[in-house]
């Protein structure tokens, strides 16, 4: 089983700045792509940033160049620094996680329980 725990969502007005990390424990034999969603209420959940494990990193048009996201392989962690946020930012951010266990074949997703991020104008 893999276990993945979020942290550093918050409220911070507008043109502020927080960190989201989530770190993965549990049988891991080694993590594949790790990425952030958001879903914002009343719309789907959207890709806001992906790194894969041989450091290949997309980003959703609306977060480029205010968004970074970043791996600590060591660790089973991934951060998204989130810069110059903006009301259309607020949502619940979901970790996922691709990750091959210790004597399986195949990896599988993982998500996170989500961390609620709001920004007041």
């Known amino acids: 089983q893999v276990e993945l725990v979020e942290s550093g969502g918050g409220l911070v007005q507008a043109g502020g700045s927080l960190r989201l990390s989530c770190a993965a424990s549990g049988n891991i034999a080694s993590i594949n792509a790790m990425r952030w969603f958001r879903q914002a209420p009343g719309k789907q959940r959207e890709l806001v940033a992906g790194?894969?494990?041989?450091?290949?990193?997309d980003y959703a048009d609306s977060v480029k160049g205010r968004f970074t996201i970043s791996r600590d392989n060591a660790a089973n962690t991934v951060y998204l620094q989130m810069n110059s946020l903006k009301p259309e930012d607020t949502a619940v951010y979901y970790c996922?996680?691709?990750?091959?266990?210790?004597?399986?074949?195949?990896?599988?997703?993982?998500w996170g329980q989500g961390t609620q991020v709001t920004v007041s104008s």
């Open positions: 790194v894969t494990i041989g450091g290949n990193i």
């Open positions: 996922d996680v691709n990750a091959l266990l210790l004597g399986a074949r195949y990896p599988y997703d993982v």
